[in-house]
T-cell receptor
Framework: QQPVQSPQAVILREGEDAVINCSSS?????VHWYRQKHGEAPVFLMI?????EQKGHEKISASFNEKKQQSSLYLTASQLSYSGTYFC???????????FGAGTRLTVKP | DTEVTQTPKHLVMGMTNKKSLKCEQH?????MYWYKQKAKKPPELMFV???????INESVPSRFSPECPNSSLLNLHLHALQPEDSALYLC?????????????????FGSGTQLSVL
């Protein structure tokens, strides 16, 4: 029931770009993206709703293809502060049953 | 106030102890959640309360007992835990708690309770 994320880990230099993918075997109402830094709680980044809307947060944007049940998170011109683990979350039954993918550990180096 | 407050931040307990974790929010959210997170793993859903009623219980062992005394407060009572229960316990809340909601409601997480069972 939980979504599948890839890759498991990414290492970048400052200024480089990255893409994180999330897919589900179930039809989705939406896809959530959260970032968790070491020792901290997950923090909400954005929700992607049906309709393929692309949302943005700083230089982080995302897309949602509801037909393919896939979402991608785009990190452009990465900054040191982007380091952390990124989780996508889905609630395929729309009943407050939010499940998270395994996470993608992103490391941005100077 | 856009915070979810969890206490205590750290807890060490023996296998015969009884303890409780507390979570509080004053955002008027009607859905509240308990997640368990092991190191380098995603949060795993344990319980969901919707309008103060237990709506999801993910087959969690009975040594974990949730309670929602009112719309702002969520407790997790712990009894006879095992060492493998050591983890970060996260509380979260979201605005809507009724049927056909949730997918479009962002979760606000508390900072968690780091639990160690000896």
């Amino acid at each position: 029931q939980q979504p599948v994320q890839s890759p498991q880990a990414v290492i970048l230099r400052e200024g480089e770009d990255a893409v994180i993918n999330c897919s589900s075997s179930k039809a989705l109402y939406s896809v959530h993206w959260y970032r968790q830094k070491h020792g901290e709680a997950p923090v909400f980044l954005m929700i992607l709703l049906k309709g393929g809307e692309q949302k943005g947060h700083e230089k982080i944007s995302a897309s949602f293809n509801e037909k393919k049940q896939q979402s991608s998170l785009y990190l452009t011109a990465s900054q040191l502060s982007y380091s952390g683990t990124y989780f996508c979350g889905t609630d395929p039954y729309n009943n407050n049953d939010m499940r998270f993918g395994a996470g993608t550990r992103l490391t941005v180096k100077p | 106030d856009t915070e979810v407050t969890q206490t205590p931040k750290h807890l060490v307990m023996g296998m015969t102890n009884k303890k409780s974790l507390k979570c509080e929010q004053h955002m008027g959210h009607r859905a509240m959640y308990w997640y368990k997170q092991k190191a380098k793993k995603p949060p795993e859903l344990m319980f969901v309360y919707s309008y103060e009623k237990l709506s999801i219980n993910e087959s969690v062992p009975s040594r974990f007992s949730p309670e929602c005394p009112n719309s702002s407060l969520l407790n997790l009572h712990l009894h006879a835990l095992q060492p493998e229960d050591s983890a970060l316990y996260l509380c979260a809340s979201s605005l809507e708690g009724g049927e056909a909601t949730g997918a479009n409601e962002k979760l606000f997480f508390g900072s968690g309770t780091q639990l160690s069972v000896l």
